[in-house]
């Protein structure tokens, strides 16, 4: 699995999430607790999946601290498991849209 399936997977299981470049790392960002007001959306919680120098993937709740940071051997079971974690939430799928 790639980056792009992986998005492409996040989304089709309901979560936002985008690709997001920081120098030289190709992560990825989960968002849940959709707030909007007019044409401008914020969110609550989010989560950061990026490399590791030993070329695992992990996790980073860089918002509530609702999920454990994480290390994975690949980036299929990283989504497969932010997956079932954020499902397990309520507070991800709340908001006001």
Known sequence: MDRKEAIAALIAA??????????????IQIFGGTHSRG??????????????????????????GELDNQSFESLEAAVSSMIVQIRSLPAWSEGDE
Request: proline share 2%; aromatic share 8%; glycine share 4%.
């Open 14 to 27: 309901g979560l936002n999430a985008r690709a997001r470049d920081r120098h030289m790392d190709k992560n």
């Open 39 to 64: 044409p401008i959306e914020a969110w609550s919680r989010m989560v950061e999946l990026y490399t590791a120098a030993d070329g695992s993937w992990r996790t980073l709740d860089a918002s509530s």
